[in-house]
T-cell receptor
């Protein structure tokens, strides 16, 4: 089983619908991140969290919200999906201290908004 | 806005050759630098990290950092077809946030 698990892996939805992408990890890391990847644009940071009570906006947080339900769970929500949110979304984790720079990625959630 | 620039490629090299991947960054305060490899349809995985000027070698991979020129590179010696992937450069100022380039696609031809 993957250490960082994302659900769903693929989702097609319509404009205006609310969507939640979930991420859970068994690595015991305190830091969790949500990125989106678009062709030609690389990975862009949406939100990140360093512990359950800590939530921070990234580069492109508009239109998204997050919830850190537990140390191991970090969810990304699109309150009213729009077509330009069609992308591949990655959850990632890292640990504070040694090797903080290494991000461990989930397998990705491909979202299509029609 | 912190920018990380990479040539999108594709970079094509024959098997056994040296592949050279380059990355420039805009924030002079950047302190840590990473190379991730992403196979098609897969998630990125870390292959190298470098924090000080100079070279860092790990097997067939060498990362090079020049902070004065705001430049980081990755050399892959004895390139193999299995090295064909997209290579992402990532930069961080304080290990809190990581800024990624758009990636360079490498094709290693048998």
């Amino acid at each position: 089983d993957a250490d960082v698990t994302q659900t769903p892996r693929n989702r097609i939805t319509k404009t205006g619908k609310r969507i939640m992408l979930e991420c859970s990890q068994t690595k015991g890391h305190d830091r969790m991140y949500w990125y989106r990847q678009d062709p030609g644009l690389g990975l862009r940071l949406i939100y990140y969290s360093f512990d359950v009570k800590d939530i921070n906006k990234g580069e492109i947080s508009d239109g998204y919200s997050v919830s850190r339900q537990a140390q191991a769970k970090f969810s990304l929500s699109l309150e009213s999906a729009i077509p330009n949110q069609t992308a591949l979304y990655f959850c990632a984790t890292s640990e504070t201290g040694r090797n903080t720079g290494e991000l461990f990625f989930g397998e990705g959630s491909r979202l299509t908004v029609l | 806005q912190k920018e990380v620039e990479q040539n999108s490629g594709p970079l094509s090299v024959p098997e056994g050759a040296i592949a050279s991947l380059n990355c420039t960054y805009s924030d002079r305060g950047s302190q840590s630098f990473f190379w991730y490899r992403q196979y098609s349809g897969k998630s990125p995985e870390l292959i190298m990290s470098i924090y000080s000027n100079g070279d860092k070698e790990d097997g067939r991979f060498t990362a090079q950092l020049n902070k004065a020129s705001q430049y980081v590179s990755l050399l892959i010696r004895d390139s193999q077809p299995s090295d064909s992937a997209t290579y992402l450069c990532a930069v961080s100022y304080n290990f809190n946030k990581f800024y990624f380039g758009s990636g360079t696609k490498l094709n290693v031809k048998p």
